[in-house]
């Protein structure tokens, strides 16, 4: 008897200590983490945690309903894709960004004629903006992965391409971990896509948010080297709002004022120089990751590649020979080339191998 008192009281043991392992991460702990993942702020409403299991004292697995919110547009073709998340109160982050090749060859299904809204062109259809949706998310359809609660059109006066803002139910796996005492989402999956980490998405959204600040750049600093070619001076002007009013659409076809992390562009310009400026991913000025800029900036091919032709001020087609002159003028031009900082690329286009 004494011995069955004994077997019973470990097994009693043994039952708690595994409840208290599997409460370690509660529910609430596990949606307010979900909720913080990757630098976003979402409401605590918008996610419900269905299932959490223990894996280890130091690690977990749940399965969570996000609600999440979708914008979707027309592309050049007037194909609808999905173009932003949203992350919080008046965030959003770009799809088009970090969208992979594998993301548009999925989308293209839902460009079929039977996902067509019945209503105007203007206005998607649930099942078209369902498909998208399951598309970047790699969830394959039919599946109870991705639900649609809600699609509104938005009626912008000046927007140039249709689009929607989706409301959605969509179910993630989320891995978690113990470090340094506290818990942390590290992985998450969506569909039939590998577990990915949070960290991972936000270093290659960054990634691909770099490029395309230098690129902007690159276009309002050639904008900017037009501009001194017919004005003889750089606007002088600390405001980048003011620089583009300028520009545009004489020197610059399009409106540059946001970067890609959604900030202002800096601009400070003097008669003959200027500095452009992005924050980067920290939104802070003068720090490791911020993109710049600066000039003179000579609208003219990189000065390996440099004829006396492409030099300002000498016509277009016309050709000299100085001899050793042209040598002393290349070092010139390489003078009179901007500045980069040294986690900027060169301006697209530039080849100096």
């Known amino acids: ?30 949606r307010k983490l979900i909720t ?23 690690s977990a697995e749940a399965i969570a309903d996000i609600n999440a919110i979708f914008r979707i547009a027309t592309n050049s073709q007037g194909l609808w894709r999905v173009a932003e998340l949203r992350v919080g109160q008046g965030r959003w982050e770009d799809f088009a960004i970090v969208a992979t090749s594998q993301s548009e060859i999925l989308s293209r299904a839902c460009d079929s004629p039977n996902l067509r809204s019945a209503g105007r062109a203007t206005e998607p259809s649930t099942k078209c903006a369902r498909c998208l ?10 599946s109870d992965t991705v639900r649609i609660k809600k699609v509104s ?18 179910t993630a796996e989320l891995r978690f971990a113990r470090v340094n005492g506290g818990w942390v989402v590290v992985a998450l999956r969506t569909g039939n896509r590998d577990w990915i980490s949070p960290q991972t998405l936000v270093a290659a959204a960054n990634e691909a948010k770099k490029k395309r600040a230098r690129e902007e750049m690159d276009a309002m600093a050639h904008a900017l080297a037009r501009f001194r070619t017919e004005r003889q001076a750089y606007l002088v002007s600390d405001s980048h709002a003011t620089l583009i009013d300028h520009l545009s659409p004489r020197f610059l076809s399009r409106v540059i004022r946001l970067d890609p992390w959604h900030e202002p562009y800096r601009y400070r310009g003097e008669p003959d120089n200027f500095t452009l400026r992005s924050l980067g991913a920290d939104r802070k000025e003068n720090t490791p990751d911020d993109i710049v800029v600066s000039g003179p900036f000579l609208n003219m091919v990189p000065p390996k590649a440099l004829k006396l032709k492409h030099l300002t001020g000498f016509p277009w087609g016309v050709r000299f020979k100085l001899g050793p002159l042209s040598g002393l003028l290349r070092n010139m031009a390489t003078c009179l080339a901007p ?14 191998s």
């Open 153 to 170: 059109p938005l009626e912008l006066p000046l927007a140039s391409r249709p689009s929607a803002v989706v409301e959605s139910l969509i």
């Open 1 to 30: 008897m004494r011995f069955i008192f004994l077997r019973l009281g470990l097994i009693l043991i043994l039952a708690l200590l595994t409840i208290e392992v599997r409460a370690d991460l509660s529910a609430q702990q596990a």
């Open 133 to 142: 949706i399951a598309a970047v998310l790699g969830v394959q359809l039919p």
């Open 36 to 58: 913080r993942m990757a630098g976003a702020e979402l409401p605590s409403s918008s996610v419900r945690v269905k299932r959490i299991s223990s894996i280890s004292t130091s």
């Open 339 to 352: 500045t980069v900082n040294p986690l900027a690329t060169p301006p697209v286009g530039a080849d100096f």
